[in-house]
């Protein structure tokens, strides 16, 4: 009686081993599916700002050559 409990006991174990991977797989699958959309988010909110500054500078310039030629007239 004991070997047998001891071998249904170690099938169990070895079902919810392979369980256990299975959904640590699963995890890990869906950990870098997060990872790669926080990288995505992360590069789309350096373009704003990289567009903002584009837009400050090219108005900096925009406001200098107004000021020169006002100056100038």
Request: no cysteine; net charge negative.
């Amino acid at each position: 009686m004991g070997v047998a409990q001891a071998y249904l006991n170690q099938k169990k174990l070895d079902a919810e081993a392979k369980q256990l991977h299975t959904n640590a797989t699963n995890f890990s699958k869906q950990t870098q599916q997060w990872v790669n959309l926080v990288d995505s988010f992360s590069n789309a909110l350096k373009d704003l700002g990289d567009v903002e500054n584009w837009a400050k500078t090219i108005e900096a310039d925009i406001r200098t050559i107004t000021t020169v030629l006002e100056d100038g007239l």
